[in-house]
């Protein structure tokens, strides 16, 4: 009898445990899967685009617009994946080679003062609106005042020197609209940044997801040379799929509206400047185009639209699009991404408004 309840609370004991083991490979499983699918699609997808059509002919299997649709998607996606591959190195090498302590010897005390350090900041982080998302929420977790962060956020996808020649190319005989788009800039990153400091001062696990976790795996000792790589590249996966799959979604959806958004309804606001500002700012949420590029897009609309709808055009897609919008739901949490989106549409609109009675008084 003795014999037989050993064996049998042995036999329990390697059921419980099995059960365990299984749940864990369910919940691994279960995690990955999904990154693993839609990157998966995104390789498929690009091998089509570059090699498939030699062998498989698309436009056989998809209707025109379909294909527009692939198209489009793929263009959007190649054109900014590079950049978000630097921003999520970036984050990657920040959290484990650059410390919470050079990153408060580096940000000034004053928080005032720590506005403009960003926006300084901005000017040499050449990234797009997706990639400067991951790199923000890591400073944050790093030390670097949220308010301050929040300015990087708003204000790096345009002041950087790449934004500044495509703009200057791309208006060479509308210099009101170079100014402006700077300018502009930088009044909404220092008065996103302030409402932040306002309002959100001091409770950034209130803004990030899993603050008390991140926080929690950055207090392990030092190690090896050799260990904090493979660190790093955990560090790289985990980012990159958590921002990749929610940019392919937003980029999914933006083709798609690309493509059956008809854009005659926008010649008809041209002439307006309360509409056609704001459906110029939708335009460029929905497009979803990288900074880098967008200045070229403009151009084609600069003699139906007034200046104010240009500016709110060339200030508001780089600060917020359709694909940077899932990457901001994916970093930070609902309640403060709401209030940004909020928050950075009400400044951008009424600062482009304002500028473009400035342009016609003879300003700027």
């Not at 089509?48 to 959007?76: H, K, M, P, T």
């Not at 950049?83 to 004053?110: T, Y």
């Not at 590029?293 to 699009?321: H, I, K, Q």
């Amino acid at each position: 009898m003795r014999f037989n309840s050993h064996t049998t609370h042995i036999n329990r004991r390697k059921s419980i445990y099995f059960i365990n083991l299984l749940s864990e490979v369910l919940s691994i499983v279960i995690r990955y899967v999904g990154n693993v699918f839609l990157f998966v699609l995104a390789l498929l997808l690009m091998f089509f685009f570059f090699i498939g059509q030699e062998i498989v002919d698309i436009n056989a299997f998809l209707s025109s617009r379909w294909n527009s649709i692939f198209v489009v998607f793929l263009s959007i996606f190649l054109e900014a994946l590079p950049f978000l591959l630097v921003g999520v190195l970036a984050s990657a090498f920040i959290q484990l080679f650059v410390s919470e302590e050079m990153v408060q010897r580096c940000i000034p005390k004053n928080s005032i003062k720590a506005l403009f350090f960003a926006i300084i900041a901005a000017l040499v982080t050449p990234v797009c609106e997706c990639a400067i998302i991951p790199v923000v929420r890591r400073l944050i977790q790093k030390g670097v005042p949220l308010h301050a962060g929040v300015v990087l956020l708003v204000a790096a996808p345009i002041l950087n020197f790449i934004v500044f020649a495509s703009t200057y190319y791309a208006f060479p005989n509308h210099p009101a609209l170079f100014y402006g788009r700077i300018l502009l800039c930088v009044i909404t990153a220092l008065l996103v940044g302030l409402f932040t400091l306002i309002f959100f001062n001091g409770k950034v696990e209130h803004v990030i997801h899993n603050y008390a976790e991140l926080a929690h795996s950055m207090e392990g000792s030092k190690t090896s040379f050799s260990e904090r790589w493979r660190e790093f590249i955990q560090h790289f996966s985990q980012d990159f799929f958590s921002v990749v799959k929610y940019f392919i979604i937003g980029a999914l959806i933006a083709s798609c509206l690309q493509v059956f958004f008809n854009r005659s309804l926008l010649t008809e606001l041209g002439e307006q400047s309360i509409f056609g500002t704001a459906a110029m700012m939708g335009f460029s949420y929905l497009l979803s185009l990288c900074s880098e590029a967008d200045a070229f897009v403009a151009a084609t609309f600069v003699n139906s639209f007034r200046p104010e709808a240009m500016l709110g055009f060339l200030v508001f897609g780089p600060m917020l699009d359709l694909k940077n919008t899932f990457v901001l739901f994916a970093c930070f949490k609902p309640r403060f991404v709401l209030m940004f989106i909020i928050v950075v549409t009400c400044i951008v609109f009424s600062l482009s408004l304002l500028a473009g009675v400035i342009i016609e008084m003879g300003g700027l």
